[in-house]
């Protein structure tokens, strides 16, 4: 749709498939020289994991007038230095899931493009072991479970 997309990810381990999936680039977090190298290149930042980043730093990469979308919820409240806002006339903003509206254009979008989720489908006697699986970070990249298997 004419969007140059990043992908930022703590480690190198899923570039290929970022990649695949249509990403432009490719950078892990997990290397000090990316925050310099991409500082201030980013109109938008759109956080998905559920964990506790250093906010300044990814407010660093955007642009003037650039926002940080947060859609991932962390358990414990994040802290920024509000100059990293200021300064660039930066934004910090969230969204939920939307409602059944806002998820059939969702819907009808992702079928006009083909656009598919990737999962892995599991029975519903296996849910512990996925769980485990979640906690070690071992899943590509959502569990859906058989509902003919209950």
């Known amino acids: 749709m ?24 490719y950078f892990a977090t997990n290397d000090p020289t990316t925050f310099t190298e991409l500082a201030g290149r980013f109109d ?6 559920s ?14 007038d650039g926002t940080l979308v947060n859609v991932g919820a962390p358990a ?7 100059f990293s806002l200021i300064m660039g006339r930066r934004s910090i903003a969230g969204s939920l899931v939307g409602g ?10 992702s079928a006009q493009y083909g656009i ?5 489908v599991i029975p519903a006697d296996q849910v ?9 970070s071992d899943v590509r990249y959502r569990f859906v479970i058989d509902i003919a298997t209950l």
């Open 51 to 64: 964990a506790n980043l250093n906010v300044d730093a990814y407010l660093s990469l955007l642009r003037i």
């Open 128 to 136: 512990d072991k996925a769980y485990e699986r979640v906690l070690r």
């Open 44 to 49: 938008l930042v759109l956080n998905t994991v």
């Open 100 to 109: 059944i509206r806002e998820t059939q254009e969702m819907l009808d979008f």
């Open 116 to 120: 598919a989720p990737m999962i892995e």
């Open 76 to 82: 414990e409240p994040d802290q920024y230095h509000v």
């Open 2 to 25: 004419g969007a140059e997309v990043t992908v930022l990810s703590r480690s190198m381990n899923k570039k290929a498939e970022a990649l695949d999936f249509g990403a432009d680039h």
